[in-house]
């Protein structure tokens, strides 16, 4: 696939020129491209794009949002009122803690990146890191002169790009891919800073860990431009660091060694285990007690970082279920026969089909299915089949312990939630006389922001258990409920709420996929459909993250439409998952679906943006541009400048409305702050089509015979491999 880049050197230029232009400085040269061995730029042809490596890592367009944009201290204040919320929480508090972590490392590092590459001691630029035009100056030198102080010595200055190495390292061990969003918006000092502190400490674990996420590489070559060198010898220096061995497994994924991505995540969750036990359950303990208090907006003190939770599990977890759901799809097509289907497919298999001649074309496939229905199944396939549905029970235990780490209520009084956006509207309005309006913070015990709301609330592992609670609103309902249908005649006190998490969507989505390569019954599949349905539509990354789009859901959606819903499905998925309309405010004590519109809209700029329209299409572009390249979807030339014009003509559709005059259209309806309405493009990916031809073409049952198992000693086995006896109970 790399080989296409050579041909479309002109009509490349267009697309690509304003990201190679902000990414390197340097042209590449025209050396020979087929150098996998070595990690280095200079081995890419003239017409490819030289960028940074952490801008190929998956799922980046899930953590891009106005935390970006957002003032420091805005951004605290609002991690710390949700993390004083009831449960469910509007936001995961692990994820929000390390957005604040993560901004404030990455915004000292680049305080001291610039001083040191300006020669100036002061930090009197510090003040300006939040974003915006600052950024830009910073980056060209401007505007900080000799006025600053005395010119630094170089042994000083080595000094503070060392601390700024570490700072920008500890930010990737928090979360290595809202880092890499973070840095992509800083200046590009940063993209250096790594590489010149290792011209002096070429051993330094530290600054090794972010030189291999700022190494520029040819784009979409990450596994041919990288080896496990300086992964190797930063696990080796520091072996209580899980997430060395976290960055090791992604890498693996990207040259398609799943099952070595799976050891190292199994050994990174060893490691995490071992250093933080039960570390999560006190503070949860202690959030519940306090919630049991009166909760008055003066009794909410900053969390200390050692009490902050930490979603380094979480990661790893949802890591290495896409690990055993990829690992179990890539055995289907072996668990099966050999399909006329596959005739289609000659580009895959070459060697038979153009060797037969078109005479023979369509007799062939059909003898070789009667002789596979008399023969049956042979004896590798029935092997094969067991591993597929053992790594999709792996893949599915592991998401099951991710949703453990979230919750859902059915019930939420409307206050509760009213008052969260209340406190957002304090926060990012607090110069503007917003604090006026805390009339509604009631202090009474029996209110829901008093002692306690009286709702209930669930894990979501629980919700896709074999006995789910039965007091849930049914859903879908008789009729499906769109945005446009919310009147003012239907009051609601209650409403159902979901902890959001950037990579909840994918992961519920996911949840299907491995049920449907269980094997799950299509009544049982069904309503854990539904279920995801219902969650899907009310996943909101309000106020900081903004919607993204999910792989797994693409493949959902595909899946249904080639297995002809096979489970009976009452509407399109696009329908069942349309985002739910905002609850109607109750008359006197709920902010209206307007105020929340202008909160929203003061949080990510809205029409007040000082932004002009040649830089609001740059932006949308290189967003486009980074969107496409970390999308698993986009394998060649035309996939990936289709992913662009489509991410592109999206970006501008959304800008066209959110631009009529501010306000949502008055047909729309309240709308929520940012929903994904299911606008995929079309790329097929080989897990959707091999989970498809697993339901058309699988039998119910493997069909070995006996029920007695032979009882063996257990012998030891990698993390990745299964061993006869799960081969044999995953029958």
Same mark, same amino acid.
């Given at each position: 696939m790399a080989k296409k880049n050579k041909k479309p050197a002109a009509g490349e230029s267009p697309t690509l020129e304003p990201q190679a232009a902000a990414e390197s400085s340097t042209p590449s040269t025209t050396t020979n491209k087929k150098k996998p061995i070595s990690p280095a730029p200079q081995s890419s042809s003239s017409s490819a794009l030289v960028i940074c490596r952490n801008k190929h890592w998956r799922y980046i367009s899930s953590f891009h949002g106005p935390w970006l944009q957002l003032p420091l201290e805005v951004l605290e204040t609002l991690a710390n009122a949700n993390y004083y919320m009831p449960l469910p929480r509007p936001v995961d508090p692990a994820v929000f803690y390390d957005l604040v972590k993560i901004r404030q490392l990455v915004d000292g590092a680049t %305080?001291?990146?610039?001083?040191?590459?300006?020669?100036?001691? *002061?930090?009197?630029?510090?003040?300006?890191? @939040? &974003?915006g035009a600052a950024h830009h100056m910073q980056a060209l030198g401007l505007?900080?002169?000799?006025?600053?102080?005395?010119?630094?010595?170089?042994?000083?200055?080595?000094?503070?790009?060392?601390?700024?190495?570490?700072?920008?390292?500890?930010?990737?061990?928090? %979360?290595?891919?809202?880092?890499?969003?973070?840095?992509?918006? *800083?200046?590009?000092?940063?993209?250096?800073? @790594? &590489?010149?502190?290792?011209?002096r400490s070429p051993n330094d674990p530290d600054a090794n860990y972010v030189h291999f996420f700022h190494e520029k590489i040819p784009s979409r070559q990450l596994a041919e431009c990288t080896d496990f060198r300086a992964l190797d010898l930063i696990i080796g220096q520091r072996p209580s660091d899980c997430e060395p061995l976290r960055t090791r497994a992604i890498v693996r994924m990207f040259k398609e060694d799943f099952e070595g991505a799976v050891q190292d995540l199994t050994s990174a969750l060893g490691v995490y285990r071992l250093q933080q036990p039960r570390h999560n359950k006190p503070a949860a303990d202690e959030t519940m007690q306090l919630e049991q208090k009166t909760r008055r907006r003066r009794d909410q003190p900053p969390l200390d970082e050692k009490d902050q939770p930490s979603s380094t599990e979480v990661q790893l977890l949802f890591q290495r279920a896409g690990c055993y759901l990829t690992l179990a799809c890539d055995h289907v097509p072996l668990a099966l026969p050999d399909s006329p289907n596959e005739q289609n497919g000659n580009s895959q298999?070459?060697?038979?089909?153009?060797?037969?001649?078109?005479?023979?074309?369509?007799?062939?496939?059909?003898?070789?299915?009667?002789?596979?229905?008399?023969?049956?199944?042979?004896?590798?396939?029935?092997?094969?089949?067991?591993?597929?549905r053992l790594y999709a029970k792996r893949a599915l235990r592991d998401y099951m312990e991710y949703f453990k780490h979230f919750h859902y209520s059915p019930d939420l009084p409307i206050e509760v939630s009213d008052d969260f956006s209340r406190q957002v509207n304090q926060a990012t309005h607090r110069n503007k006389r917003y604090y006026g309006q805390s009339r509604y913070a009631s202090q009474d015990p029996g209110s829901p922001t008093g002692t306690s709301a009286g709702h209930k609330v669930y894990e979501l592992a629980s919700l896709f258990s074999a006995t789910p609670p039965a007091d849930l609103p049914p859903y879908p309902s008789t009729e499906l409920v769109s945005p446009g249908s919310a009147t003012a005649e239907s009051i609601q006190t209650t409403t159902e709420v979901v902890t959001y998490h950037p990579l909840l969507t994918d992961a519920l989505h996911s949840l299907l996929l491995c049920h449907t390569l269980v094997q799950t019954s299509a009544k049982e599949l069904q309503r854990h459909a539904h279920m995801v349905a219902r969650l899907a539509r009310l996943a909101d990354g309000y106020p900081v993250f903004q919607a993204s789009r999910s792989p797994a859901r693409a493949d959902w959606i595909e899946v249904l439409r080639r297995a002809e819903n096979w489970i009976e499905l009452s509407s399109s998925w696009e329908a069942l998952c349309a985002p739910a309309p905002l609850p109607t405010p109750m008359s006197a004590s709920g902010v209206s679906a307007a105020t929340a519109s202008v909160n929203a809209m003061s949080i990510t700029g809205g029409p007040s943006s000082v932004e002009t329209e040649e830089q609001r299409k740059e932006r949308m572009r290189q967003q486009a541009i980074i969107e496409a390249l970390e999308d698993e979807r986009v394998n060649d030339e035309a996939s990936f400048k289709a992913a662009i014009l489509a991410r592109q003509r999206r970006a501008e559709a959304d800008h066209a409305i959110s631009s009529n005059g501010g306000v949502p259209s008055p047909h729309a309806g309240p709308k929520r702050w940012a929903?994904?309405?299911?606008?995929?493009?079309?790329?097929?990916?080989?897990?959707?089509?091999?989970?498809?031809?697993?339901?058309?073409?699988?039998?119910?049952?493997?069909?070995?015979?006996?029920?007695?198992?032979?009882?063996?000693?257990?012998?030891?086995?990698?993390?990745?491999?299964?061993?006869?006896?799960?081969?044999?109970?995953?029958?």
């Amino acid at each position: 696939m790399a080989k296409k880049n050579k041909k479309p050197a002109a009509g490349e230029s267009p697309t690509l020129e304003p990201q190679a232009a902000a990414e390197s400085s340097t042209p590449s040269t025209t050396t020979n491209k087929k150098k996998p061995i070595s990690p280095a730029p200079q081995s890419s042809s003239s017409s490819a794009l030289v960028i940074c490596r952490n801008k190929h890592w998956r799922y980046i367009s899930s953590f891009h949002g106005p935390w970006l944009q957002l003032p420091l201290e805005v951004l605290e204040t609002l991690a710390n009122a949700n993390y004083y919320m009831p449960l469910p929480r509007p936001v995961d508090p692990a994820v929000f803690y390390d957005l604040v972590k993560i901004r404030q490392l990455v915004d000292g590092a680049t %305080d001291l990146a610039v001083r040191a590459a300006n020669g100036v001691a *002061s930090s009197a630029l510090s003040n300006s890191l @939040a &974003g915006g035009a600052a950024h830009h100056m910073q980056a060209l030198g401007l505007g900080f002169g000799n006025n600053a102080g005395a010119k630094l010595s170089p042994e000083r200055r080595f000094r503070m790009r060392e601390q700024a190495t570490q700072k920008l390292s500890r930010a990737y061990h928090l %979360d290595e891919i809202a880092s890499s969003v973070a840095t992509m918006q *800083s200046t590009s000092t940063l993209e250096n800073v @790594a &590489g010149l502190v290792l011209q002096r400490s070429p051993n330094d674990p530290d600054a090794n860990y972010v030189h291999f996420f700022h190494e520029k590489i040819p784009s979409r070559q990450l596994a041919e431009c990288t080896d496990f060198r300086a992964l190797d010898l930063i696990i080796g220096q520091r072996p209580s660091d899980c997430e060395p061995l976290r960055t090791r497994a992604i890498v693996r994924m990207f040259k398609e060694d799943f099952e070595g991505a799976v050891q190292d995540l199994t050994s990174a969750l060893g490691v995490y285990r071992l250093q933080q036990p039960r570390h999560n359950k006190p503070a949860a303990d202690e959030t519940m007690q306090l919630e049991q208090k009166t909760r008055r907006r003066r009794d909410q003190p900053p969390l200390d970082e050692k009490d902050q939770p930490s979603s380094t599990e979480v990661q790893l977890l949802f890591q290495r279920a896409g690990c055993y759901l990829t690992l179990a799809c890539d055995h289907v097509p072996l668990a099966l026969p050999d399909s006329p289907n596959e005739q289609n497919g000659n580009s895959q298999n070459g060697t038979n089909g153009s060797s037969n001649g078109t005479a023979n074309g369509n007799s062939a496939p059909q003898e070789a299915e009667g002789d596979s229905e008399d023969k049956g199944p042979t004896k590798k396939q029935l092997e094969m089949r067991k591993i597929v549905r053992l790594y999709a029970k792996r893949a599915l235990r592991d998401y099951m312990e991710y949703f453990k780490h979230f919750h859902y209520s059915p019930d939420l009084p409307i206050e509760v939630s009213d008052d969260f956006s209340r406190q957002v509207n304090q926060a990012t309005h607090r110069n503007k006389r917003y604090y006026g309006q805390s009339r509604y913070a009631s202090q009474d015990p029996g209110s829901p922001t008093g002692t306690s709301a009286g709702h209930k609330v669930y894990e979501l592992a629980s919700l896709f258990s074999a006995t789910p609670p039965a007091d849930l609103p049914p859903y879908p309902s008789t009729e499906l409920v769109s945005p446009g249908s919310a009147t003012a005649e239907s009051i609601q006190t209650t409403t159902e709420v979901v902890t959001y998490h950037p990579l909840l969507t994918d992961a519920l989505h996911s949840l299907l996929l491995c049920h449907t390569l269980v094997q799950t019954s299509a009544k049982e599949l069904q309503r854990h459909a539904h279920m995801v349905a219902r969650l899907a539509r009310l996943a909101d990354g309000y106020p900081v993250f903004q919607a993204s789009r999910s792989p797994a859901r693409a493949d959902w959606i595909e899946v249904l439409r080639r297995a002809e819903n096979w489970i009976e499905l009452s509407s399109s998925w696009e329908a069942l998952c349309a985002p739910a309309p905002l609850p109607t405010p109750m008359s006197a004590s709920g902010v209206s679906a307007a105020t929340a519109s202008v909160n929203a809209m003061s949080i990510t700029g809205g029409p007040s943006s000082v932004e002009t329209e040649e830089q609001r299409k740059e932006r949308m572009r290189q967003q486009a541009i980074i969107e496409a390249l970390e999308d698993e979807r986009v394998n060649d030339e035309a996939s990936f400048k289709a992913a662009i014009l489509a991410r592109q003509r999206r970006a501008e559709a959304d800008h066209a409305i959110s631009s009529n005059g501010g306000v949502p259209s008055p047909h729309a309806g309240p709308k929520r702050w940012a929903v994904d309405d299911g606008r995929e493009y079309p790329i097929l990916t080989e897990r959707a089509e091999a989970v498809a031809r697993w339901i058309r073409e699988a039998p119910t049952s493997s069909g070995t015979g006996s029920s007695k198992r032979k009882k063996k000693p257990r012998t030891t086995k990698t993390a990745a491999g299964p061993d006869k006896e799960e081969i044999a109970e995953a029958a």
